[in-house]
């Protein structure tokens, strides 16, 4: 059968897969976005569907604020060990907001996943390795990469902590993942760090605590240097199928063209692997990524790409696509039976603070959005509307708003610290649809009573809503949202569906 790349797309960083018989589940980093960690579950590898998150309660964890893309929930990893899942992962805080390394576990992966256990260990991507005689491993990353033991259920750390490899000389060694085969045991990280010198290496010992002896071929998997589509091939993490073929998730990215600047974020990638009894595994072609994978280790068919989400907010929750920024705050955001209403509060979109805002990834780099929102102005400066987010200081927006007491449609563009209102039309009507055409080169809106109806709002360069311009370690989002731009709005501004259309 023959798949393409990514096998979950958009802003799907830092994956981590474990396999229960012939269910696979994996899962994903998402920072300052809520809820947390998405579990997605798969049969076949190339189709998933996402059955939940680690984290989805308030109480479970704060997200700091204010540093956009490169706080909260950093790389988990997912482990299965007698009837129980486990997920390790790191909270990223850099203001007093409690965080760290720490635990969740369910016997159940689409939840509810328990409280998070914290672990007394620095550094960020940590994962857990359960020994064949009962000892449970710690391996964390802090310049370098560590192991201890631990209690995966109390979070304990059971003994000293001690390095057991730098790498093989590439910058940031992080990402760590052991696995034991054939009485090795194997160790598997990134290195080079999470952009275009991204790769995976590999050492191995008799021992769990070493010495690991590099693979005298590392990187075992990079795409750097190359000639080829899919870039920052990094992060992975190993899985055999239930008929021994050994297969790797990892991150990698699609850049819109030159030079190399991407919007969708760090996706996830499915690696063929050869993995032949006491050799070192053989990761894609030759140790390179390729976007499309012919292979005959895989029944069945890739699903196609192409159709159309609806969301008509009929039920009691959002679905799980929907994200927020930060922990959501309840009385924002209210899902009622004609639809979502969002009662923009003082802040406005440039600020990294909670909003009523509600987004779900752009998944391809092209597609449409559309939406239709009913909102009656009745102060000036109030918005409501649809927007294309990287983060506080980069996004385009169409919105209705109200300027010296008359109602306008605008578009606004903001990157870095500049912003612009690029069109302002006389619009007094409450009810309009937006429509976002997303492409490799613009972002393009639309706007009319209906969706076959519509008039050319105007457009961005998709070029300044990329990481390399103004993000970190996200990717774009598609957001439904109202501010009130320093008062709180009068009246919620009510979502009556979303499209999102290939
Ligand atoms: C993650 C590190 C990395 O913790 O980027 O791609 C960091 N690898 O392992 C944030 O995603």
Redesign the pocket.
């Known amino acids: 059968m023959i798949y393409n790349n990514p096998v979950i797309a958009g802003f799907h960083?830092?994956p981590s897969i474990c396999r229960v018989g012939d269910d696979f589940y994996l899962v994903n980093?998402t920072f300052e976005y809520f809820p947390g960690i998405p579990v997605y579950h798969s049969k076949d590898l190339v189709n998933w569907q996402q059955i939940g998150h680690c984290i989805t309660r308030n109480e479970q964890l704060a997200l700091s604020k204010g540093q956009p893309n490169g706080s909260g929930l950093?790389?988990p990893a997912i482990r299965y060990h007698d009837g129980i899942f486990y997920v390790i992962c790191t909270n990223v805080t850099y203001d007093d907001t409690y965080g760290g390394n720490f635990i969740v576990w369910s016997e159940n992966p689409e939840g509810d996943w328990s409280d998070p256990v914290y672990i007394d260990a620095q550094g960020?991507?940590p994962s857990l390795f359960f020994d064949e005689d009962g000892k449970v491993y710690y391996t964390g990353t802090n310049n370098g990469i560590y192991l201890c033991e631990i209690n995966p259920k109390t979070g304990e750390i059971l003994g000293e902590k001690q390095y057991i490899w730098e790498g093989s000389g590439g910058s940031n060694p992080?990402?760590p993942h052991i696995y034991k085969k054939d009485g090795w045991y194997y160790l598997l990280i990134?290195e080079g760090g999470?952009e275009y010198g991204h790769m995976i290496t590999m050492a191995r010992s008799e021992k769990i605590a070493g010495p690991y002896v590099a693979c005298e071929k590392n990187p075992v998997l990079t795409n750097r240097s190359l000639d080829t589509p899919v870039k920052a091939v990094?992060?992975a993490d190993l899985v055999d199928d239930a008929d021994g073929n050994w297969w790797a998730v990892c991150?990698g990215i699609r850049p819109l063209g030159y030079p190399f600047r991407h919007n969708l974020g760090r996706e996830t990638m499915l690696v063929p692997v050869t993995w032949e009894s006491g050799e070192w595994p053989l990761f894609g072609e030759n140790g390179m990524l390729p976007l499309t994978v012919e292979t005959d280790k895989l029944n069945g068919k890739q699903n196609e790409r192409k159709g159309v989400y609806q969301e008509h907010f009929h039920t009691k929750e959002l679905a799980p696509c929907w994200n927020f920024i930060y922990n959501p705050v309840s009385e924002l955001y209210k899902i009622e039976n004609e639809g979502l209403v969002l009662y923009g509060n003082e802040c406005s979109l440039s600020e990294a603070d909670s909003l009523a805002w509600v987004g779900r990834r752009q998944e391809d780099h092209e597609c449409i959005a559309r939406t239709q929102v009913i909102f009656e102005r009745e102060q000036d400066g109030e918005e409501a509307g649809i927007t294309i987010y990287m983060n506080n200081l980069h996004h385009y927006e169409a919105a209705l708003t109200r300027i010296d007491d008359k109602g306008y449609i605008i578009l606004r563009r903001q990157i870095g610290s500049l912003w612009k209102i690029e069109r302002q039309i006389p619009y007094v009507k409450d009810k309009v649809v937006f429509e976002l055409h997303c492409s490799k080169e613009f972002y393009t809106f639309w706007y009319g009573e209906s969706k076959e109806e519509l008039k050319f709002l105007g457009k961005g360069e998709t070029d300044y809503l990329t990481t390399e311009v103004g993000g970190r370690?996200t990717g774009n989002y598609i957001g439904l949202y109202a501010a009130g731009n320093g008062n709180r709005c009068r009246k919620g501004a009510k979502f009556r569906w979303f499209e999102y259309q290939v």
């Open positions: 960083p830092d980093s950093f790389a960020i991507d992080e990402g990134s999470t990094g992060h991150l370690f």
